[in-house]
């Protein structure tokens, strides 16, 4: 195998690609990026067995073939190559990199022992607006959990195809968000789970250009991601998601109308003196024209307050700040609703109109102050 490409664009597409690649499985072959060449493309592929990316690039193919080049190691020598055109030649198991006076000889790793990817087929095809799609993904991917501590199943973003709707659901134990959008399908009801770590990498490729589409093939057990030239293939989470329906209050007592701007900022100031977020609760008094806002432990005390349109029943609750923070600054929107049922029940944070988002936070115990 050999070819010669723009370096800059190699680099670019290698750092991309190696974010599938295997930082667990001690695997040397999966511990690479391997590169095939066709007649006039490269394609590079990361793959660790549940996640993987390629991407496929112009170059100019002197001999077609394969071989895999330990990631790291190939990144770092074109991250550091000044020239504008790169050649790789493999002869074998061994591997020239030359580029301008720089010339690397390092060792591949045949291509034939490289896993092969999940294909899908038979799976429906849907077509997301790039922009819309990072919007969404962006105001609930904060609420899905971080590691199987929850149940594996919570670990990943649902998602709920109906004809003309897109909902994603993110859910943690403490919080609950939803966000959903009209599209455009037309096909079978369908919902499936993908994994939060597949759901960040997608983030990074994706771009905000309005104009352009996301495609999404799904399967029984993986789904495809197409975004201009890159795709992602993910296993597919499977479980008992959250009953999330059964778990949002279908009345309120009290709602409160707020800057979401000036409720933030209430809120992140009393960060300072909080020493541990899980422990320190922050406790919020909703009461006439005000959201009063105070928290105490060893670091100090701390009260604010922040203008709020309150009708019905005086609250006070207390909230884990960040778990707050992250629904209020994933609301987007420049005031917001929450409703409340008293101290002990789950918050629902909502625009003034509409159902594009919901968001839902348990609230934290309080401890009478003496």
């Known amino acids: 195998m050999k070819f010669s490409c723009n370096t800059k664009k190699l680099s670019d597409a290698c750092n991309n690609v190696m974010r599938a690649v295997s930082a667990k499985v001690t695997i040397p072959t ?26 496929t690039l112009n170059a100019t193919v002197s001999e077609p073939g394969a ?37 690397y000889n390092i060792n591949g790793i045949d291509a034939n022992e490289y896993p092969e990817l999940p294909s899908v087929s038979g799976g429906f095809p849907l077509f997301i607006n790039q922009a819309v799609l990072q919007k969404m993904v962006t105001q609930t991917v904060f609420a899905v959990a971080d590691n199987e501590r929850s149940k594996p199943v919570h670990t990943g973003l649902k998602f709920e195809v109906t004809p003309n709707q897109l909902r994603l659901v993110g859910v ?25 770590k597949t ?13 352009k589409d996301v495609s999404i093939s799904v399967g ?33 007592t009290t709602t409160a109308l707020v800057n979401t701007g000036d409720a933030i900022a209430c809120i992140d100031r009393t960060v300072p003196v909080i020493e541990n977020s899980s422990k320190n ?5 909703f009461d006439k024209d005000e959201m009063r806002v105070s928290t105490v432990s060893a670091l100090g005390r701390m009260v604010d307050y922040t203008h ?33 049922n008293g101290p002990v029940s789950p918050v629902k944070i909502l625009p003034l109109t509409g159902e594009d988002f919901l968001f839902l936070v348990l609230p934290m115990r309080l401890k009478n102050e003496g």
């Open 30 to 55: 999966v511990e690479g990026i391997l590169m095939e060449c066709g007649s006039d493309t490269l394609s590079l592929t990361g793959y660790d067995f549940e996640f993987g990316i390629n991407t």
């Open 67 to 103: 071989i895999v080049i330990n990631a790291k190691i190939i990144c770092d020598i074109i991250r550091n190559i000044s020239a504008q055109t790169i050649t790789i030649d493999a002869n074998g198991t061994s591997v020239s990199v030359s580029a301008g006076a720089a010339q």
């Open 172 to 196: 943690d134990g403490y919080r609950l968000a939803i966000r959903t959008e009209t599209i455009k399908y037309d096909g079978e009801d369908v919902t499936f789970i993908v994994p939060k």
């Open 199 to 211: 759901i960040r990498e997608l983030i990074k490729l994706i771009g905000t250009d309005s104009e």
């Open 220 to 252: 029984k057990r993986h789904i495809v991601f197409e975004i201009e030239e890159y795709s992602i293939i993910s296993r597919l989470l499977d479980g008992d998601f959250l009953d999330y329906n059964a778990a949002i209050p279908k009345t309120c």
């Open 281 to 285: 609760p922050i406790r919020c008094l």
């Open 308 to 340: 709020a349109n309150v009708s019905g029943d005086r609250v006070e609750i207390g909230f884990n700040s960040r778990y707050l923070l992250d629904a209020l600054n994933a609301s987007e929107t420049d005031q917001v609703k929450i409703e409340l």
